[in-house]
């Protein structure tokens, strides 16, 4: 049998992770449950790195978060830069967010951390001491800046589609759930990607 040109591309992995969190700059009021009902829709799921503090405001929705399947991870308590906090404050914060995300969300967060801002997350000391607290960093590849002022749901999605499609097999998309451009984005995403060949998958189905 000789190959066709239509034949469709082998399947390839994709990871959404988004970062649940209290917005730091103008949010969309339900812009979290907008992006879980996306996901929903499209039957895809993603990685919720889950703000301790967030879960505490908001447990029903972050209960929906772990019921629709998505997988669950610690994205800190306070949300401030990690290589801020000394030793025992480092590891105050990620246990009060454990402790709160387990309540909220019936599920331990245990491996998956992503570092607030990123920062820290190339610090062989903060590495070793997420390791001591039974975590990895979980960094990404993608990252459409969608909390600038100036994104837009298409430029998201272009950007992402974009940067994906040239990293290929193992993707790890960042996106924020609070963010006007997020919502209008990820169902360009999504639908984009798949046309791509690509499939959805929670980080542990990367490891
Ligand atoms: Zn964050």
Redesign the pocket.
Known sequence: MTKSPRTRPAPWRVALTF?V?HG?RPAHPDGTRHVLETLTEREAVGTM?V?GRWAQANPSLAEDLAARGHLIGN??HH?APMSWLSPKAFKQDVQLAERAIRRATGHDPRPWF?C??GDGSEDPAIRSALDRLGYQETSWHVDPFDWRGKATGPSVARLIIEQATAHGDGAVVLL?PWTKATGRALPLVIDGLRAAGARFVRMDELA
Do not use: V, Y
Request: charged share 35%; no cysteine; hydrophobic share 15%.
């Open positions: 970062d969190e730091d790195f703000q994205h800190s949300h992503r607030p801002f924020h």
